[in-house]
């Protein structure tokens, strides 16, 4: 049996401690070979492989990023796309193909699996933490703790200057990262994708916490949006989803709070860092239990299918369930949170 693996997407931490547990339980345990692809989708489509044995996958548990490389590559929007990934399997006696990725590239595993007969073992992953059947994704952790700091740092400079600080964090579609490490680090305001913002209303608690002599913090989601529409940055260019690249959306708070409140304001872009870096404990877990219980899969025959989190369980559930909508933050979950804000 020949395995091949390939990372897909935004790279998170975790992805490497993925490749290590599947390739080290399936040369050691099953005698499996394996196969690398670079770059996501890139590879298969290519025919790009890189070597993957037991030395290759050495010392790589801490390391962030991905020995494999990732792209967003999508064969479905390549021309003989598919054609080309099924042939390139066969040349390289590929048998089984373990997919790390998030929704796009799990998107793919899925229509080749369902549709084409490619047998497909999907491992979730994104710092975004979006992906519905599983309750964490590894990536996620990390980054949450990433920004967390970030956020502790950043009240100890609003506080000499009494200035409000705007801390931006990623998540277009999903405010994960904006929840959790807003409550963690004791943001003022916290603002989501999932929910417009009225602008009025953030100032309005800026103003009462300058009242009682707080330096004021405000985490935002990069999708958060204004309920009257009125933040106009967008740069018209579309990303690699074919969505208008939203950018800006905490600079343009920051002079909106300046404009209203006539305090000074200042914006963090957290940014790509909360990607990089060696993955937490909790992601190097997450990670490498999703990674022995993916070849285990793929040792049973039981192919389109995504390992998941499941409280403390990991299950398999068909791929399909994962990629056919987001998990996003039930507005319930962000009231109770709202209680602390202010
Ligand atoms: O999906 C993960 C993610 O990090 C998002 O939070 C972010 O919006 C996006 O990727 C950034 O993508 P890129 O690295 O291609 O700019």
């Known amino acids: 049996m020949r395995v091949g693996v390939l990372t897909g997407g935004g790279d998170c931490p975790g992805l490497n401690a993925v490749i290590r547990a599947v390739v080290r339980k399936g040369v050691q345990e099953y005698g499996y070979d394996f196969t690398g692809f670079r770059d996501g989708w890139r590879g298969p489509l290519e025919g790009d492989t890189v070597q993957l044995d ?15 490389g990732s792209s967003r590559t999508n064969p479905l929007k390549s021309e003989n796309g598919i054609r080309r990934v099924k042939e390139n399997l066969a040349k390289c006696e590929v048998d089984a193909l373990i997919v790390i990725g998030g929704e ?22 994104t710092i975004d933490n979006d992906l519905s059947a599983t309750d964490y994704t590894f990536g996620f952790n990390t980054a949450v703790g990433i920004a967390t700091e970030a956020i502790d740092r950043l009240h100890t400079t609003a506080e000499s200057h009494m200035r409000v600080l705007v801390v931006e964090v990623m998540g277009r579609h999903a405010g994960w990262i904006a929840l959790h490490s807003g409550l963690a680090g004791g943001a003022n305001v916290i603002l989501i994708p999932e ?11 800026i103003t009462s916490r300058f009242k009682a002599s707080y330096a004021p913090i405000v985490v935002v989601a990069e999708g958060a949006m204004p309920k009257d529409g009125e933040m106009v940055l967008k740069d018209g260019t ?57 070849i285990e899969a ?20 068909p791929m399909g369930e994962a990629t056919a909508r987001l998990k996003t933050v039930d507005p319930a979950l962000y009231e109770e949170v709202g209680v602390f804000f202010g």
């Open 54 to 68: 037991i030395p290759a996958v050495r010392g790589i548990l801490p390391r962030g990023g991905t020995i494999l």
């Open 104 to 125: 796009d590239t799990l998107g793919v595993a899925t229509r080749l699996s369902d549709e084409y007969g490619v047998k497909c073992v999907g491992v979730p992953k």
């Open 195 to 205: 929910q417009r913002f009225d602008i009025e209303r953030v100032c309005g608690w």
């Open 238 to 294: 579309l990303d690699s989803f074919g969505h208008v690249r939203l950018s800006g959306v905490g600079e343009w708070l920051a002079k909106e709070i300046e404009k209203r409140t006539g305090k000074e304001a200042r914006t963090t872009v957290l940014g790509h860092v909360q990607r990089g870096g060696t993955p937490s404990a909790f992601d190097r877990w997450l990670a490498t239990r999703f990674g022995l219980h993916a």
């Open 298 to 317: 793929v040792r049973d025959g039981d192919f389109g299918k995504m390992v998941a989190l499941q409280g403390t369980d990991i299950v398999r559930v």
